[in-house]
Every structure is written in structure tokens, then in C-alpha cells.
């Protein structure tokens, strides 16, 4: 009976025992069900997208601030801004993230801030964002005019342009100013040049930055210059300078930048442009004011065969493209050589200067005129042809003197008296009688032998006195009479490098003797070697090849005057005949 007792109150226990361990499961099911249902209660208030705006009547261009927030941490690239692009322009956005507990609940947001300015007048919509499931409700704004808002947003940007003169001649040039002054944050800022169908237009130099103050306002300045050379007569209009660039605004506690596209076109000039009178004669050249000068190096009205004259001309024209300044030709006599620089052109104060530098090299002895330069121009200001001339120079040649002081003596001059040692042809005289011509031509041949021996020993003597290049400056006295002794002179300074030695025994060297093709090609490599010891670029002469063409000459002279030498002994036939 006790034992049945005892089962039955151990049954009850475990009952009981199940019975509150199943009271304690639904409790904690029922907690967290109610969690559950408060994180989804969260995640569904999370899930609200909200945009505000900072003011809802704005006027054109004026930059306000669009938050758009959501009540979770999401992607910040989550948002999609193209929907703004029809009606406005907008920034980059700022986006900052949050989260927070607040008596045990965690909560997150995701913000977005943009400054935006609207395009048009009128009332505009901002449009809704959708992110996720969910989405902003629209904004409705009324864009006014910036006349009519309560604070004036026009950009702070002048754009001005002046023309020196407005009335031109085909081919005259004039200076076009433009000025732009920036109280504005930019970026990315360009100049646009004005255009104009028949007119040249060049930008001049580099901008010009400097700061100004306007009614208390700083400004940067930045001032353009163009030349503007019309090629087609009449009235043609000038389409303004363009200034284009992009305003920063926003940046004053909006956490984001906008850049703003703004244009500005300055006026359209109306230019007239005059043609070239019929009476004009010469090169047209229309400027306001044209002045030639010279120089000469050494001035002096006298002068050696051989010794350089330097002749700098300065051409300076205002108001003139360079690519329109004029070729200076000058007729130079024959009995010069001349060597002339590149021109080197400069801009100074409106006007484009030329300079050109001439090397001027005497070849005869006598007089020497150094012919004038004359320039024809148009005067624009009193509209009449002018001349503007530069006179030339009478120098009275002398003898060449070289730079080591050696002697040249020109051989024409009658004053230099040539030897004899040169071999002279033996004349004959033809003989009838066979039978004495045996005996007149051993006597002759006789006769030629002993000359012939002379000569040689003479010439032996001559090359032994001609200087070599080492010691051409210490033989003042050795001055040449003969045609050979000219020569050894020209090869020994071809190969001690002495130009102006070169030139001068060259015009003394007799070449008649010598074809043509080879006498142009001695003047090449002369010519050569001038340029390059006297042109602006200089550079080291190679003298081998003039000293081969030489050397070939000295050797067709030998056998030329050997021939010479032995044809009259050998008899024609016709002279046997006889």
C-alpha cells in the first residue's frame, strides 16, 4: 500500500515538473517572439526614405542644400541622382553614416547631402528616391528670376574687349585687348579667341595676371591680346571672345561643392577694312610707322681684298604680322662676297623688328660702292606712299691684308712685275731645206734641254721659299709674284684653316687653264667653308676636300705645261712634207 502511495505522489512530481518546464518554454518563446516582432517593427522604420530642402523658393542658379536620409546603414551608392539632370545642376554628394543606442535599441542612418541650384524659371519638381523597397516623397519649389529673389545671384565674372582702331588696310594689323575680371571660385576655365570670316587672327604672347579692387571687391584680372590682319577689303564683323568655365558654390555648410556652367560672350566689333589703293607701286605694306637702320663693322672708307665689313640692317614695322614683313634684297656688285644670317625676328611695343647681319668680303682692288637700301610703304595715317631709304658705302680697296698680316698682291696690278722663271714655249722656225732641219733641231733640243734645267731649278727654289701654315704670320716679305707661288700660298692656307687667306689668294689664283665643272666645284667647297666660319651656324670645316681638288689641279698644271713644253719640238707633217 505504501509502496502504491509512493509511485503515485512520484508520477504527480513529474508531472509537475513538465508542466513548468512547458510554462517556462512559451515564456521564452513568448519573449522572443516580441523581439522578433521589435526588430522587424525596427527594420520596417528603417526602411523610410525622407528628403528635405533647405528652402522650397529659390531663384535661377542659386545653390540650396537637398538632404535625403534613410533610417539604416545602407550603400552609400545606393542613391541615384540622374532623375536631377533634366531641371537641375548638382554636386557631388557628402554622405555620412550613423549609429546609435538609445535605451537598449540600435538604431542606423545613411545621409546624403547635395547642393543643387535649379536650371529654369518656374515651379519644379524634385523627383522621388527610391532605395530598396522604399521611397522619398516629391518636393515641389518655385524658381524665380535673380532679379526678382531676395538676394542677387549673378556671378561675379566681366568680360570686356577693345580694338586699337577700327578702320584698317588689307594687310595692316591691329592689337584686339581682352579683359577678364573673376571674383568667383572657377573650374576648368577657357578663353575662347574671336572669329571673323577674312581675318587672321593670332594670339599674342602669354595672358597677363594681376589683382585689382572694384567698389571694395578683389578681382583677379587676366588680360589676352590678339593681332588681327585682315586679307579681304570691306565691313566685317568680329564675333566676340567667349569665356567659359564652371562656378564652385556650395561650399558653406552644404558638406558639398556644385560647379555651375557659366558662359559669357563679349560684343561683336564691326571692322572696316580698306583695300590697297590703285596707285600704289611696290611691295603693299601698310603700317602706321616703319624705321630702317644700319650699322657698319668696321666703318671705315677703306679697306683690304679679303678683310670682312659686317652691314646689320634693323627693319622695324608696327602693327605688321611678322609673316608679313618684307624680304630685304639688296644688287650687291660681283667684285664682293657676301654671307648673310637668318633673320631674327622680336615683338616690342606694337612693333614686329627684323635684323639681319651681312658679312661683306672685298675681292679686287679699285673702288667699291656698297649699294643703298630703300623700302616703299603705305602710310596709314596720312594715306600716302612713303620711302624710307638707308644709304650705302664708297670704300676704296686696297691691296689684301691678311689677318697675320701677310701680303696678298693682285696680280693684274700693273705695278707687280713677274720673273722669269716660268718656262716660256722655245719658238721654231720652219726650215725648207731638209738637209739643214737635222742640224736646227738638235740645236734646238739643245736649247730646250738647258731651259727646260733652269726652270726646274728655279721652281725647286720657289717651293722652298713658300711658307708653311705653321709660319705664315712670321713672312711678312714673302710676298707672291707668279702664278705658282699664288697657288702654294692657297693650298697652304686651305690647310692651316685660314678663310679669309683662302678668299683672298683664290681671286689672285689664275684658273682660266681649268674646265669649268671642276673650277664650280672649287667654288663649292670654298663657299663651304666661308659659311661656315661666318654664318649664324658656325661649325667645324672639313679641308680635305678642297685640299684633293687643289692637289689634282697642281698635278694637271705639271703635265699641261710638260705637253706645252715638248709639242713645238716635234715637227707636223706637213712640215716634213715641206
Same mark, same amino acid.
Given at each position: 500500500?505504501?509502496?502504491?502511495?509512493?509511485?503515485?505522489?512520484?508520477?504527480?512530481?513529474?508531472?509537475?515538473?513538465?508542466?513548468?518546464?512547458?510554462?517556462?518554454?512559451?515564456?521564452?518563446?513568448?519573449?522572443?517572439?516580441?523581439?522578433?516582432?521589435?526588430?522587424?517593427?525596427?527594420?520596417?522604420?528603417?526602411?523610410?526614405?525622407?528628403?528635405?530642402?533647405?528652402?522650397?523658393?529659390?531663384?535661377?542658379?542659386?545653390?540650396?542644400?537637398?538632404?535625403?536620409?534613410?533610417?539604416?546603414?545602407?550603400?552609400?551608392?545606393?542613391?541615384?541622382?540622374?532623375?536631377?539632370?533634366?531641371?537641375?545642376?548638382?554636386?557631388?554628394?557628402?554622405?555620412?553614416?550613423?549609429?546609435?543606442?538609445?535605451?537598449?535599441?540600435?538604431?542606423?542612418?545613411?545621409?546624403?547631402?547635395?547642393?543643387?541650384? @535649379?536650371?529654369?524659371?518656374?515651379? /519644379?519638381?524634385?523627383? !522621388?528616391?527610391?532605395? &530598396?523597397? %522604399?521611397? *522619398?516623397? $516629391?518636393? #515641389?519649389?518655385?524658381?524665380?528670376?535673380?532679379?526678382?529673389?531676395?538676394?542677387?545671384?549673378?556671378?561675379?565674372?566681366?568680360?570686356?574687349?577693345?580694338?586699337?582702331?577700327?578702320?584698317?588696310?588689307?594687310?595692316?594689323?591691329?592689337?584686339?585687348?581682352?579683359?577678364?575680371?573673376?571674383?568667383?571660385?572657377?573650374?576648368?576655365?577657357?578663353?575662347?579667341?574671336?572669329?571673323?570670316?577674312?581675318?587672321?587672327?593670332?594670339?599674342?604672347?602669354?595672358?597677363?595676371?594681376?589683382?585689382?579692387?572694384?567698389?571694395?571687391?578683389?578681382?583677379?584680372?587676366?588680360?589676352?591680346?590678339?593681332?588681327?590682319?585682315?586679307?579681304?577689303?570691306?565691313?566685317?564683323?568680329?564675333?566676340? @571672345?567667349?569665356?567659359?568655365?564652371? /562656378?564652385?558654390?556650395? !561650399?558653406?555648410?552644404? &558638406?558639398? %561643392?556644385? *560647379?555651375? $556652367?557659366? #558662359?559669357?560672350?563679349?560684343?561683336?566689333?564691326?571692322?572696316?577694312?580698306?583695300?590697297?589703293?590703285?596707285?600704289?607701286?611696290?611691295?603693299?605694306?601698310?603700317?602706321?610707322?616703319?624705321?630702317?637702320?644700319?650699322?657698319?663693322?668696321?666703318?671705315?672708307?677703306?679697306?683690304?681684298?679679303?678683310?670682312?665689313?659686317?652691314?646689320?640692317?634693323?627693319?622695324?614695322?608696327?602693327?605688321?604680322?611678322?609673316?608679313?614683313?618684307?624680304?630685304?634684297?639688296?644688287?650687291?656688285?660681283?667684285?664682293?662676297?657676301?654671307?648673310?644670317?637668318?633673320?631674327?625676328?622680336?615683338?616690342?611695343?606694337?612693333?614686329?623688328?627684323?635684323?639681319?647681319?651681312?658679312?661683306?668680303?672685298?675681292?679686287?682692288?679699285?673702288?667699291?660702292?656698297?649699294?643703298?637700301?630703300?623700302?616703299?610703304?603705305?602710310? %596709314?595715317? *596720312?594715306?600716302?606712299?612713303?620711302?624710307?631709304?638707308?644709304?650705302?658705302?664708297?670704300?676704296?680697296?686696297?691691296?689684301?691684308?691678311?689677318?697675320?698680316?701677310?701680303?696678298?698682291?693682285?696680280?693684274?696690278?700693273?705695278?707687280?712685275?713677274?720673273?722669269?722663271?716660268?718656262?716660256?714655249?722655245?719658238?721654231?722656225?720652219?726650215?725648207?731645206?731638209?738637209?739643214?732641219?737635222?742640224?736646227?733641231?738638235?740645236?734646238?733640243?739643245?736649247?730646250?734641254?738647258?731651259?727646260?734645267?733652269?726652270?726646274?731649278?728655279?721652281?725647286?727654289?720657289?717651293?722652298?721659299?713658300?711658307?708653311?701654315?705653321?709660319?705664315?704670320?712670321?713672312?711678312?716679305?714673302?710676298?707672291?709674284?707668279?702664278?705658282?707661288?699664288?697657288?702654294?700660298?692657297?693650298?697652304?692656307?686651305?690647310?692651316?684653316?685660314?678663310?679669309?687667306?683662302?678668299?683672298?689668294?683664290?681671286?689672285?689664283?689664275?684658273?682660266?687653264?681649268?674646265?669649268?665643272?671642276?673650277?664650280?666645284?672649287?667654288?663649292?667647297?670654298?663657299?663651304?667653308?666661308?659659311?661656315?666660319?661666318?654664318?649664324?651656324?658656325?661649325?667645324?670645316?672639313?679641308?680635305?676636300?678642297?685640299?684633293?681638288?687643289?692637289?689634282?689641279?697642281?698635278?694637271?698644271?705639271?703635265?699641261?705645261?710638260?705637253?706645252?713644253?715638248?709639242?713645238?719640238?716635234?715637227?707636223?707633217?706637213?712640215?716634213?712634207?715641206?
Amino acid at each position: 500500500m505504501v509502496s502504491r502511495m509512493k509511485n503515485v505522489s512520484q508520477s504527480q512530481h513529474q508531472v509537475a515538473l513538465f508542466s513548468g518546464i512547458a510554462s517556462l518554454a512559451r515564456s521564452y518563446a513568448l519573449r522572443l517572439l516580441l523581439g522578433v516582432c521589435a526588430l522587424l517593427s525596427v527594420s520596417v522604420h528603417a526602411a523610410q526614405v525622407e528628403a528635405t530642402v533647405s528652402k522650397n523658393i529659390v531663384a535661377v542658379n542659386e545653390v540650396f542644400q537637398l538632404v535625403i536620409a534613410i533610417d539604416s546603414n545602407v550603400n552609400p551608392n545606393s542613391l541615384d541622382l540622374s532623375a536631377l539632370e533634366d531641371n537641375f545642376t548638382y554636386g557631388r554628394p557628402s554622405v555620412s553614416s550613423n549609429n546609435s543606442y538609445t535605451n537598449g535599441t540600435l538604431s542606423s542612418s545613411t545621409q546624403w547631402r547635395i547642393a543643387i541650384a @535649379a536650371k529654369k524659371v518656374g515651379n /519644379i519638381t524634385i523627383p !522621388s528616391f527610391r532605395i &530598396g523597397a %522604399t521611397a *522619398s516623397e $516629391p518636393i #515641389e519649389l518655385q524658381v524665380l528670376k535673380s532679379a526678382n529673389a531676395t538676394t542677387s545671384n549673378e556671378p561675379n565674372i566681366k568680360l570686356s574687349s577693345s580694338l586699337d582702331k577700327p578702320s584698317l588696310y588689307v594687310g595692316e594689323s591691329a592689337q584686339l585687348t581682352v579683359r577678364i575680371l573673376i571674383a568667383e571660385q572657377l573650374d576648368q576655365a577657357a578663353l575662347i579667341a574671336p572669329e571673323a570670316e577674312g581675318i587672321d587672327i593670332v594670339q599674342q604672347g602669354e595672358d597677363k595676371q594681376a589683382e585689382r579692387i572694384l567698389n571694395g571687391r578683389r578681382y583677379i584680372e587676366i588680360t589676352r591680346q590678339y593681332q588681327l590682319t585682315p586679307f579681304e577689303s570691306g565691313d566685317i564683323v568680329l564675333k566676340g @571672345a567667349q569665356f567659359k568655365t564652371s /562656378i564652385v558654390k556650395g !561650399s558653406r555648410g552644404f &558638406g558639398s %561643392t556644385l *560647379s555651375v $556652367p557659366f #558662359e559669357k560672350q563679349a560684343e561683336n566689333i564691326t571692322l572696316t577694312v580698306k583695300p590697297k589703293p590703285k596707285n600704289y607701286q611696290g611691295l603693299w605694306l601698310p603700317t602706321a610707322d616703319l624705321q630702317l637702320e644700319q650699322t657698319w663693322q668696321p666703318s671705315s672708307t677703306t679697306a683690304r681684298v679679303g678683310d670682312p665689313i659686317t652691314r646689320t640692317l634693323t627693319l622695324s614695322i608696327k602693327n605688321v604680322a611678322q609673316s608679313s614683313m618684307p624680304n630685304l634684297n639688296i644688287d650687291y656688285p660681283r667684285s664682293v662676297r657676301v654671307y648673310s644670317e637668318k633673320p631674327i625676328y622680336s615683338q616690342d611695343n606694337g612693333y614686329t623688328r627684323m635684323v639681319i647681319k651681312q658679312v661683306i668680303i672685298p675681292r679686287e682692288v679699285g673702288s667699291l660702292a656698297l649699294p643703298p637700301l630703300a623700302v616703299n610703304w603705305w602710310n %596709314t595715317q *596720312s594715306n600716302q606712299q612713303q620711302t624710307t631709304r638707308v644709304e650705302g658705302l664708297a670704300i676704296d680697296v686696297k691691296e689684301g691684308d691678311l689677318s697675320n698680316s701677310v701680303q696678298l698682291p693682285i696680280l693684274n696690278d700693273p705695278s707687280v712685275q713677274t720673273t722669269n722663271d716660268t718656262a716660256r714655249p722655245v719658238e721654231v722656225k720652219t726650215v725648207k731645206d731638209a738637209g739643214v732641219w737635222p742640224w736646227l733641231t738638235a740645236i734646238v733640243t739643245s736649247l730646250w734641254l738647258l731651259t727646260t734645267g733652269f726652270w726646274l731649278k728655279a721652281r725647286q727654289r720657289n717651293l722652298t721659299q713658300v711658307p708653311s701654315p705653321q709660319h705664315a704670320g712670321h713672312t711678312r716679305n714673302a710676298t707672291p709674284t707668279t702664278n705658282e707661288q699664288v697657288f702654294a700660298h692657297l693650298l697652304a692656307a686651305v690647310k692651316a684653316n685660314q678663310p679669309i687667306q683662302v678668299q683672298s689668294y683664290y681671286q689672285q689664283w689664275q684658273r682660266s687653264d681649268f674646265q669649268a665643272s671642276y673650277i664650280a666645284q672649287v667654288d663649292n667647297e670654298i663657299n663651304a667653308m666661308m659659311k661656315a666660319h661666318y654664318s649664324t651656324d658656325s661649325h667645324t670645316w672639313d679641308n680635305q676636300a678642297l685640299i684633293k681638288l687643289l692637289e689634282k689641279a697642281n698635278k694637271q698644271r705639271h703635265q699641261a705645261s710638260t705637253q706645252s713644253a715638248l709639242a713645238p719640238l716635234i715637227p707636223s707633217d706637213s712640215n716634213k712634207k715641206q
